[in-house]
Structure formats: structure tokens, C-alpha cells
């Protein structure tokens, strides 16, 4: 939605309140009332409450494959000169000093919107950055060259949040893929490792909550993308078989429909709804049990109001252009 949209919206509810909007039924009018009253910045940027941005680059990404222009300035305001992704524009560079510059669950964000915008400049630049900070995590006895290389998004993590894993780099390998560009070597020693019978047992197993919106997320990119079609549908059944009553995984498994549209405007906030709550919920990325959606930063409604109208399960590779 243009800028003049939005604060027209704003000034729509200035003028008439909150509770003019009482009757609000359709995804467009439920919409327009997420905008201009639930949803949050942090300057210009889609943020959670109180420039809540530690996990910006994901949720970004997500808005900015739905078809939101700003999701995608926000991704790409992310990235440093050098080639590095942060946090969000706010932290780049050195992520206000603080530690966990990025992460693994981040960089779909970045696949996100490279597959959406084919971004091919900041793609090679990323990458670049990645392979030169490389270590060797396992020397040769003979001395000549390394056995074992460790390549990474970030340097600050002690955890291994930031070592690209094998199942990463076969999603990359899918973007790079796509983006026309040559895949390096791990991407090809690692190729379709996103899809192995690991991951697709993984989303029978897994905790319910984030680690499964992840893989939701890797999901969705490869049906945006038109990859691995039958072993994504099939984790996507999985996710949605474990969490029925998560939107973007019904959405995933069966598509948008009447009753989809329905739910989310149910859970979402509403009207009559009090806003007196600190916005700070990617509501999709949570257990159903918790009721994330009580405390919604907005931007997850909006996002699955762009797929509801422009997803095609059955169309790959799936896109949306901007308005």
C-alpha cells in the first residue's frame, strides 16, 4: 500500500475512532484497520513495539515474498557495504554493540528477499562476505590445506547460531539456483540436503513453535520457487496436521479459502478488540496453545492478508508483483 494510503488510514481513524470501525467484516476493511492502528515501526521499518527489531530480517523477509515493498527496503537496508547482514537497519553496522549480530533463522530473511527481488548484487556480495570469513575448523595433519571448513553469517556467536548447516546450504543452493547464479562448493556438496528424509521426519517431531515456522518458512520459499514441489507439500501436511489451527500452515498445505480468511479474521485483532497490549508477536511463529495472537505486532495479519489474496498453491514459481 502506497505511503498516502496509509496515512489516510491514519487519519480515517484520527477523525472517526477505533470503534467506527465496529462493523468491520472483510479481509480488506480488517486490514486497513491493522495498518493504520496495529502495526508498528521503528523509524520507517516494520518493527515489533519499542524497536523490538532483534528478529526484523526474518519477519521482513516473509512481508517482503507476500508482496510488501517495505518488508523488502527493510531487509536490504540490512546489509553493510561490505556484504554483511544485521539484525535490522537500525544495528547496521555492529548491531548496537550487542552480542548475536544474526543468526541462522535470519538468513531466510535474506533467501526471502533475494528470491523475491532477484537481487543479484547484494546475493554475491553476501556471499562473498561469508566465504571470506570462513574458518578451518579441522587442519590437514600434513599440513596442506583444511580438512574441515566452517563457514558462517556471523561472528559473534558461540553457540553455532551462525554456522551454515547443510540443510541451509541446500537452501541456498535453491535460491542461487533460481537467481541464475553459479553455486559454490557447498552448495553442491549439500544439494536438496533441505529436503532429506532428516527434515521431512524432523517436522513430525519437532516442539511445537518456532523450529516449526522455520520450517514453514524454508517450505514456503521452495513452493514460491517451484523446488522440491512433493517433499515440501509434505512437510507443509505434516506442520499443518501437528498445528491445525495455525494460519500460515493451512494456507501452506490447502491454500487460501473462505474458511482460512475467516480464521485469521477471528484470531486477528478486531475492532472491539482493546490494543492496551504491547505489540510484540509474530503470532505464527508460536504454538498455537500460547495464543500469540493476543499480542500481535500487526505485521503477521497483514502478511497473511497479502497471501490469502495472491498465493497460488497449484502456481509455481509463485510470485507478487508490487504495486
Known amino acids: 500500500m502506497k505511503q498516502w494510503a496509509l496515512s ?59 508482496g510488501e515493498e517495505l518488508g523488502c527496503k527493510t531487509v536490504r537496508d540490512s546489509q553493510d557495504a561490505s556484504g554483511q547482514f544485521w539484525r535490522s537497519p537500525r544495528r547496521n553496522p555492529n548491531n548496537l554493540n550487542e552480542k548475536s549480530s544474526f543468526s541462522r533463522d535470519q538468513t531466510l530473511g535474506v533467501l526471502l528477499y533475494l528470491a523475491k527481488t532477484r537481487d543479484t548484487a547484494a546475493a554475491l556480495s553476501w556471499m562473498r562476505w561469508i566465504e571470506e570469513n570462513a574458518y578451518c575448523a579441522v587442519k590437514n595433519p600434513s599440513g596442506e590445506g583444511c580438512l574441515v571448513t566452517i563457514h558462517r553469517v556471523c561472528l559473534d556467536s558461540d553457540n553455532g547460531s551462525c554456522t551454515m548447516t547443510a540443510s541451509l546450504w541446500g537452501l541456498t543452493r535453491k535460491v542461487w539456483d533460481a537467481l541464475g547464479l553459479l553455486p559454490n562448493r557447498p552448495m553442491q556438496d549439500f544439494n536438496n540436503a533441505d529436503v532429506s528424509d532428516l527434515e521431512i521426519a524432523a517436522a513430525a517431531i519437532e516442539e511445537p513453535g518456532y523450529k516449526l515456522h522455520l520450517k514453514a518458512v524454508s517450505s514456503f520459499l521452495r513452493l514460491t520457487l517451484g523446488e522440491s514441489l512433493t517433499r515440501s507439500k509434505r512437510i507443509v501436511e505434516k506442520l499443518y496436521a501437528r498445528e491445525s489451527a495455525n494460519p500460515f500452515f493451512q494456507l501452506l498445505a490447502e491454500g487460501p479459502s473462505e474458511p482460512l480468511t475467516a480464521h485469521l479474521l477471528d484470531v486477528c485483532p478486531k475492532p472491539t478488540d482493546s490494543l492496551d497490549y504491547v505489540r510484540f508477536q509474530w503470532a505464527w511463529e508460536r504454538a498455537t496453545s500460547e495464543q500469540a495472537w493476543r499480542k500481535s505486532m500487526g505485521w503477521d495479519c497483514i502478511f497473511m492478508a497479502n497471501l490469502i489474496r495472491n498465493y497460488n498453491r497449484d502456481l509455481t514459481p509463485f510470485q507478487i508483483d508490487f504495486e
Open 8 to 66: 489516510l488510514c491514519a487519519l480515517i481513524v484520527l477523525n472517526l475512532g477505533w470503534s467506527s470501525y465496529a462493523d468491520a467484516q472483510t479481509l480488506d476493511e480488517n486490514e486497513q484497520i491493522w495498518r493504520s492502528s496495529v502495526a508498528r515501526f521503528c523509524g520507517e521499518y516494520p518493527s515489533k513495539e519499542n524497536c523490538d527489531d532483534g528478529d526484523s530480517v526474518l519477519f521482513n523477509g516473509l512481508l517482503c515474498m507476500s
